[in-house]
């Protein structure tokens, strides 16, 4: 595993973390200059496992450019559990926040930023900042929300309906992720996978040939 280039957050860093505090719960300038002093800023190159199966989760991360995905490893190579893009909160969660070693491995797809919070930082900015377990709240609140909503929306669909459901919310991660890590993702074979795919292609073809 290789280390991340760590870094100080900058202006333009600080005005993203901003931007994303800011979404759970609003912060005064004050507030957030404290806040910031608590996170660090991490650079990995791609295909680098940040964290491994057994290992403890030490950070909480918001990804500001890049790719990361979360799975774990089965007989057949690997289950999908998260796909984490910009503005997204990834972390082997149940890990960090119960000092466990880790059952899902962490790992980039391409090469990644994240804002990080450190386990012992989050705990010293539970004692000292005022606002830090409201905020702490919102945020994994957030996370726990999202993760049942996505669950039981895809129990109530089709394979082909949660597919097109996917593709028409995120166009991009056609081209940005592997076919075979989407797939595991939406838990669809990936030779209906491909096949729908094939039909999302042959849908459009369709729809430009009807503009002209």
């Not at 964290?51 to 990361?68: K, R, Y």
Request: charged share 30%; glycine share 6%; hydrophobic share 40%.
């Amino acid at each position: 595993m290789n280390k991340p280039l760590t870094l100080l957050p900058g202006p333009e860093m600080i005005q993203r973390i901003s931007g994303y505090f800011q979404q759970f719960l609003p912060l005064t300038f004050d507030e957030m200059a404290e806040l910031v002093k608590y996170c660090e800023i991490r650079k990995f190159e791609k295909r680098t496992i940040i964290i491994e199966e057994g290992e403890t989760d030490d950070f909480l991360n918001l990804v500001i450019s890049g790719l990361v995905m979360k799975y774990v490893r089965v007989a057949k190579g690997e289950m999908i559990l998260q796909l984490a893009t910009e503005g997204h909160v990834i972390s082997a969660e149940v890990s960090f926040l119960t000092r466990r070693p880790s059952k899902v491995i962490i790992e980039t797809l391409e090469p990644a930023v994240m804002i990080s919070l450190r386990y012992d930082k989050m705990e010293e900015a539970l004692d000292n900042f005022s606002r830090g377990e409201e905020l702490g709240r919102r945020i994994l609140g957030s996370m726990y929300v999202k993760k049942d909503i996505r669950k039981f929306r895809w129990l109530s669909m089709g394979v082909r309906e949660r597919f097109m459901h996917y593709i028409q919310h995120n166009p991009h991660m056609l081209q940005r992720v592997p076919q075979k890590y989407l797939a595991s993702y939406l838990n669809i074979k990936p030779e209906t996978f491909s096949r729908l795919k094939h039909l999302t292609r042959s849908d459009n073809s369709g729809k430009k040939r009807n503009k002209n």
